[in-house]
């Protein structure tokens, strides 16, 4: 069967030369980094070379980067790492989150909350764009991190992360940014950006699974999460991830050529994608903002159909996507982002995400535009709630 994948915001397929770029350090390079001998030398090389191409993907000096486990873990340590480090006149502190965030973001305020640190979680309109005015006003005598995120995975709206940034320097408040969605996707600079914090993660670049890095701006006061060995300049103990971390080097180097190219490439397709279903689907729309937005994402409403049953039947049909809900505990909650920019339960219930990568084709896209309306017209015509909400239909 004809598989396309639609899904590339939960995670994309490794690339061929990131692929040849980790399986030496899995096999005659095995060597660990912090070796003194010739197997940790080529271990460490290989770490330095993969932290250079990290860098350039950023803007950054390869000193400020620091190799993780992934987002979560980049996210964990920028958050709970900045809080612990901070001092306030009065030992309270408050921190400024969005409400769009990712869960790696939003659960590790919560456990700030629980511990007794305040944190406003700054509403955003139906746009779902974060307004900085918002942030501004948000921002109090004891508040030491704002972290808001860089493109939103759901969405695929891009924050404006700039004017973020400037009043959290002229607060003097440290910024983070979860931007695992943005880089390698549109340009990121971190001298731009203004962040002190970033955090990324390989598989959503092309990269392996389980390894990801952190941008920490020199004289950013950062605590660590882990307590070990002297890896990564004390920042994150244990032994490197070679592999791993050779792998993200070569995602990134990739995503550095390729991205003038990838991303006016991608937004066509999406476009063409977006616009075609828009036309001739009746009764769905786009949620949020069209720009500004990720060149590879959009998340469509589809009145009437309910979300899990459409990723099911596409899936029967070859075609991965997602849906904005999340499963959890036998029960369907809808998606947090898009209950933030104002959609219903049973709104949120029936929006899909397509994702597009670097493997997306022309005719990926002619395919999915096949089946959608197929898929779409199927489950109206079994779905008792359509019957009565649209009385014309039999
Ligand atoms: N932040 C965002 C915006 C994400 O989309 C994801 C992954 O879905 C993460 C963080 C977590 O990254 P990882 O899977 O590397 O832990």
Known sequence: ??????????????????????????????????????????????????????????????????????????????????????????????????????????????????RGIAVTSVKVGPQGLVDPADVERAIRPNTVLISIMYANNELGTIQPLEEIGRLAGEHKVTFHSDAVQAVGKIPVDVEKLGVDLLSLSAHKLHGPKGVGALYVRKGTHLAPLFFGGHSERDRRPGTENTPGIAGLGKAAELAAAKLAAEAPRLAALRDRLEDSILAHVPLCARNGAKEPRLPSTTNIRFDHVEGEGFVISMDLKGVACSTGAACSSGSVDPSHVLSAIGLSSAQARSSIRFSLGRMTTDEDIDYALEVVPVVVERLRSVSPHYKSAVPSVK
């Open 1 to 114: 069967m004809r598989r396309v994948y639609l899904d590339n915001n939960a995670t994309t397929p490794v690339a061929p030369e990131v692929f040849e770029a980790m399986k030496p350090f899995l096999v005659e390079d095995f060597g660990n980094a912090s070796s003194i001998h010739w197997h940790g030398q080529r271990a460490k090389a290989a770490v330095e070379t993969a932290r250079e191409q990290v860098a350039a993907l950023l803007h950054a000096r390869a000193n400020d980067i620091v190799f993780t486990s992934g987002g979560t873990e980049s996210d964990n340590m920028s958050i709970l790492g900045a809080v612990e480090a901070a001092e306030t006149k009065d030992g309270t502190k408050h921190v400024i989150i969005s409400s769009i965030e990712h869960h790696a973001v939003l659960h590790t305020a919560k456990s700030l909350e629980r």
